[in-house]
């Protein structure tokens, strides 16, 4: 569904849901920024300067204010669950990596450990190099 927004075809198995991700958040951005460039362009009207016309304050309104406050969390609060699944879908189901290798951060170097033929960590035949991944 995101070909025709220009992106490119999903090349993972993961691909659909990161792209339903993107995409519901993509539509519930624009939803916002359009119903807020209206209000704001109607408020800019209604409100404008006029001759004759004496300022006047208003009140902000406390339970408009809760009521948008609420459903912003409860927006992200669901995005952020949907994202966590997504993820950790992802890194549980995901294909398992070829190299392993473990780094350690120096003050001045990295030092990378790559197991030997074995396939251990810890034992003589591993291979360490610095600052050469």
């Known amino acids: 569904m995101l070909e025709h927004l220009y992106f490119p075809h999903d090349i993972s198995t993961f691909g ?28 800019m009207i209604r409100y404008r300067a006029r001759p004759g016309r004496k300022a006047e304050y208003i009140e902000g309104n406390s339970r408009l204010e809760i009521i948008w406050t609420t459903a912003t969390t409860v927006i992200l609060i669901t ?7 997504t993820w950790a879908d992802i890194k549980e189901h995901g294909p398992p990596g070829d190299v392993f290798y473990q780094v350690t951060g120096k003050q001045f170097n990295w030092e990378i450990t790559y197991p030997g033929p074995d396939g251990k960590f810890g034992t003589k035949d591993d291979l360490m190099v610095e600052n050469e991944l």
Not at 30 to 40: D, G, I, K, N, S
Request: no cysteine; aromatic share 18%; charged share 10%.
């Open 16 to 43: 659909p849901q990161i792209d339903f991700l993107f995409e519901l958040i993509f539509w519930i951005v624009l939803v916002v920024w359009v119903l807020v460039m209206v209000t704001m362009v109607t408020f």
């Open 79 to 85: 995005l952020a669950i949907m994202s966590r699944s």
